[in-house]
């Protein structure tokens, strides 16, 4: 597969978003299909049929950690904040990033859940979307404002936080509690970027547990909204049952 | 179908041949082929072979190990053991699998149902024991006998052979997160719970093997014996009709995402492992019938269904060459079938899947099992040992570690290690390291502690 420059790789991927008392994008309108994901093609990486929503449960794998955050503004956040209250997929990302099946893979995918809400109004209005840097000293809030600003849209979405961390020392925990290895490449300057990784996107439902995991081979969309309705439909059904 | 495959070459004992310079390429691709595809990858050579053994009593220190065997030419050590470490017992070491990020291995025991856990990217030449998994029956709610360690993003998958319940081989998936959190137990499908699978013929609901094809959404899995035949003595085993009627015939199709089985298909004579292609476009998996000496094809037809049959003869069935092993080349053109009824490798041309052909075949020892080749399919290895109680007796239980160069015609042997000479038990799985894996930060700690 040919390789992107970092920035054509980030370009290539984003739409931007409104600014909110945490840098958040904003949510809601009136929707339409009932399941928008379906309409999106099959293809030769994801070429299946995806399985019902609520067929299938999603064992709590562990809680979502906290961790010492900053938004696009440069204020600072708990990571816990942001990830209860709503369901969360949050990806750790470095803009640097140029290997087409890694971050930009990952923030493509989010753009195509993020482009999804813009049908589903429940969708939107359950869901947030984090995109957080393991690359503080390079990914500063400002650069982080510029990845962010390929994500706006004209229609109302999901929230869709971009962040990022004071320090290695505020990030050293995050990654370790989401075990997201990150390693340096023996060459700083290799143009597929300075890192190494693999692949981490996790899904967290309201209460803050992480309910899955995503990586390469498993980033497609259609599963992530399909993972969402499912943990939408536990809630209603636990509703159900507390009644 | 010919009742054997035809050869197209003549054997060749080739003397022995020299690795020429090490291969480094950078990028994504896989090392040994076998590896889950959500896995990390080495590039390049294979710096270690990692060698989970069973202990021998009075052999040793008699425990189960791991042993790490240096596996690059360059290396002084080249082709000997640089590190063992022993876990204490004898668990009827059998499989495992690394992590999805590589940093972990995980060693399963057939018999106690532990799992040990080895910590591989501080020191790739010296694995650092972790912890110990010791509660699996209870926590599964009555799985037992895991059968190696699968990675999935973010945690493992652990196929099992038997049940705490009777030690037959009705069993069950079981899913890990990869700090060892037990997460989700999926039994295999029944003809009494069918868990909404189609049936071919019969569902024994018996396990074995475990591999997922991500981009079909697919896991498909197979099946072998429980606890109660794994742990007999073969030759008792042999003589009891009841036993040898209690030995896997199906593999299912599961929806991998939803964990839910979609498809019995009945393949009898005990499917073992199970090889995805890798082409882009290859929707088909290789498995050897242990009991049948048959290969089998699994494969997504042109109206988009499932099938499963049989494409060809492994050896002389009649005479039990047992397949026990297969390693399918990275570009899906070579298949190498271990068979341990006579010590053989036979090498099966799979470039037409529904015809295959068998280009050669080689006696490795006495008795062989495992085999695990590197990506650029160059590349080797044998391990020895079957089960403890299922091992040859006598002369003919050779222990050993032997790694071979592959030019396409011929197998030619580059070192040996001789496990029983060298104290360390029986050899049975193997995964392979590189510190190469690993930042050279990390590379630079180990070197400074040094």
Known sequence: MKLLSPALATASVFIGLTLGPVACGKEGEASVPSRPELALPRSTGFDYVPPEPGTYTLPVIRNAADGNVLDTSGKSASLRHLTQGRITVLSFIYTRCASANACPRATGMLKQVHRLSEQDAALADALRLVTLSFDPVHDTPERMRHYAAWSQTKKAAAEWCFLTTPSQEALAPILTAYDQEVDRRANMNDPLGPYFHPVRVYLIDREGRIRNIYSFGTLDPRLVVTDVRTLLLEEKQRVAENR | ?450
């Not at chain 2, 030690?167 to 700090?179: I, P, Q």
């Not at chain 2, 074995?208 to 429980?226: C, I, M, Q």
């Not at chain 2, 019995?264 to 242990?290: C, Q, S």
């Not at chain 2, 630079?444 to 040094?450: F, R």
Request: glycine share 10%; hydrophobic share 35%.
């Open chain 2, 1 to 450: 179908m010919p009742a054997h495959l035809p050869r197209d070459r003549a054997l060749s004992l080739g003397a022995t041949l020299i690795l020429g310079a090490l291969c480094l390429a950078p990028g994504a691709r896989s090392d040994e082929t076998c590896m889950s595809p959500y896995m990390a990858k080495i590039t390049g050579q294979e710096e270690y072979v990692y060698v989970w053994t069973l202990g021998v009593e009075g052999l040793g220190d008699g425990s189960d190990k791991l042993v790490t065997v240096d596996a690059n030419p360059a290396s002084p050590n080249y082709g000997k053991v640089v590190h063992s470490y022993s876990v204490g017992g004898r668990h009827e070491a059998h499989h495992g699998g690394f992590t999805d990020d590589r940093r972990h291995m995980w060693l399963a025991g057939l018999d106690s149902s532990k799992i040990f856990i080895f910590e591989v990217k501080s020191q790739p030449s010296r694995p650092q024991f972790v912890k110990v998994l010791d509660n699996f029956a209870k926590e599964t709610g009555g799985a037992v006998g895991p059968h190696g360690a699968y990675a999935l993003p973010g945690r493992m998958l652990v196929p099992c052979l038997s049940n705490s319940r009777d030690h037959d081989g009705r069993t069950a998936l079981v899913e890990y997160s990869n700090e060892g959190r037990y997460l989700a137990t999926h039994w295999l499908p029944t003809d009494a719970d069918p868990r909404g699978a189609s049936i071919d013929k019969l569902a024994d609901g018996y396990g074995y093997d475990a591999r997922v094809l991500p981009r079909k959404n697919v896991l498909l899995s197979s099946s072998f014996t429980g606890w109660s035949n794994y742990m007999m003595d073969f030759g008792k085993m042999a003589q009891d009709p009841e036993a040898m009627k209690r030995f896997g015939q199906t593999m299912v199709l599961w929806d991998f995402h939803a964990r839910k089985p979609k498809q019995v298909f009945h393949v009898p004579g005990a499917p073992l492992e199970i090889r995805w292609a890798n082409g882009d476009k290859h929707n088909y998996a290789f498995t050897a019938t242990a009991l049948g000496s048959k290969l089998w094809l699994v494969y997504e037809d042109d109206k988009g269904q499932w099938q499963a049959k049989a494409v060809g003869d492994i050896g002389e069935p009649s005479k039990m060459p047992l397949p026990v092993d297969i390693s399918l080349s990275a570009d899906d053109s070579t298949l190498f079938v271990s068979c341990f009824g006579d010590g053989k490798v036979r090498v099966i041309d799979v470039s037409n899947p529904h015809q295959p052909r068998l280009i050669h075949e080689q006696v490795i020892g006495r008795q062989v099992n495992m085999v695990s080749q590197s990506w650029d399919g160059k590349r080797l290895y044998f391990t020895s040992s079957l089960l403890a109680n299922w091992d040859k007796r006598g002369d003919d239980n050779e222990q050993f570690i032997k790694a071979y160069t592959w030019n396409g015609s011929a197998l030619k042997p580059q070192f040996a290690v001789d496990f029983k000479s060298a104290k360390l038990g029986r050899p049975h799985h193997m995964l392979f390291g590189s510190s190469k894996l690993y930042s050279s930060e990390e590379k630079a700690k180990v070197t400074a502690s040094k």
